[in-house]
């Protein structure tokens, strides 16, 4: 089985913070660029920041700049995203996705695998 899974969202009050973990099953992480999206309703899926295979990353949302920081430890096959300074508008669903090349990428089909998504509210 190839599988992500999310974990780490929940209800936080803005100005608040969560770190999102992405952990990898059934294949090598480190081979991998890791993506977060995400999905607030009624409104399409975009990318937020992507890690390259190298360690490097990418912004894809100017929203989260600054605030919003990847990481990834290829010894516990996990990625992890650190939101801080949340606000509403952060509140959406966060999915994880993996691709299969060393390069990042703000687009859904460039990536091979996904994780089931994970909850974030950020409301008062």
């Known amino acids: 089985q190839l599988q992500l899974v999310e974990s780490g969202g929940g209800l936080v009050q803005p100005g608040g913070s969560l770190r999102l973990s992405c952990t990898a099953s059934?294949?090598?992480?480190?081979?991998?660029?890791i993506g977060w999206f995400r999905q607030a309703p009624g409104k399409e899926r975009e990318g937020v920041i992507c890690?390259?295979?190298?360690?490097?990353?990418?912004n894809y949302a100017d929203s989260v700049k600054s605030r919003f920081t990847i990481s990834r430890d290829n010894a516990k096959n996990t990625v992890y995203l650190q939101m801080n300074s949340l606000k509403p508008e952060d509140t959406a669903v966060y999915y994880c996705?993996?691709?299969?090349?060393?390069?990042?990428?703000?687009?859904?089909?460039?990536?091979?695998?996904w994780g089931q998504g994970t909850q974030v509210t950020v409301s008062s």
């Open positions: 890690i390259r295979r190298s360690g490097s990353s990418t």
């Open positions: 059934g294949f090598t992480l480190d081979s991998y660029a």
């Open positions: 996705a993996a691709r299969l090349n060393a390069y990042c990428s703000d687009y859904s089909f460039d990536y091979n695998y």
